[in-house]
């Protein structure tokens, strides 16, 4: 979009949750292509606009962050890939928004995220998924004692702020580690993040919604950077 340089984001359209029930409950291609008009004003250009705006304060935090203002860039598509999902509707209701640090996939690298739906307004930074790849780093990181050590540190400092943690994905100890290690709960994740969500609310509609993100982001700073460092070990 050519006037994305000259424009501010000033918040989502207070129609833009309106517009995500309307695709629940109208949930076809032919009524999306229909209607395509108004994602691109309600849901599209706005995104844009923030992922400008946002990319701009998060250089404060992380220089090289990457916040690439078009769709598969910073913005998730729209249209759902149904060949790996679950659910089968095609156009999604949750919009996705991402920003992130790496060379690596935009999904396995240390990203800051965002969405927003009719039920919820989400914003959670780390990764949320490990590849195979991904999670052989995790558990190779978390071997040294000071690497597993800060991220203990780090969790208890940012669940002590209120926000929340991942549930660990596996039961028993992976069996190269000694289950008496410091931390050992630590590898029982598939995944790294801490997140908070609300239900949506006036602060999704108002261009204060860049502040309220970047102290959120800039609280959940210590861990992103951790997960970041973890990655520079990815063998690929």
Request: charged residues 30%; positive net charge; contains cysteine.
């Amino acid at each position: 979009m050519k006037d994305l340089k000259i424009k501010n984001f000033i918040g989502f359209p207070k129609d833009s949750i309106n517009f995500l029930t309307k695709i629940r409950n109208n949930n076809t291609k032919e009524w999306f292509e229909a209607n395509r008009s108004e994602y691109e004003r309600l849901i599209k250009e706005p995104s844009l606009l923030f992922v400008v705006e946002m990319g701009e304060h998060l250089q404060a935090l992380v220089p090289t962050i990457k916040a690439k203002p078009k769709v598969n860039g910073s913005l998730f598509r729209i249209y759902r890939d149904i060949r790996f999902s679950k659910d089968k509707t095609p156009i999604k209701s949750k919009i996705g928004i991402i920003f992130w640090q790496g060379v690596g996939k935009r999904m396995q690298s240390s990203s800051f995220y965002m969405h927003f739906s009719p039920d919820e307004l989400f914003f959670a930074v780390g990764i949320r998924g490990f590849s195979k790849e991904t999670l052989t780093a995790y558990r190779d990181y978390i071997k040294n004692d000071k690497h597993r050590e800060n991220l203990f540190c780090i969790l208890n400092s940012i669940k002590a702020k209120g926000y929340s943690l991942p549930i660990p994905k596996y039961k028993r100890v992976p069996k190269e580690f000694d289950e008496d290690m410091s931390h050992i709960e630590l590898t029982l994740y598939n995944s790294m993040y801490a997140y908070k969500e609300t239900p949506p609310n006036d602060i999704l509609f108002k261009e204060d919604l860049v502040d309220e993100a970047f102290k959120i982001y800039e609280d959940l700073l210590p861990l992103q950077q951790w997960i970041y460092e973890m990655t520079l070990t990815i063998k690929v």
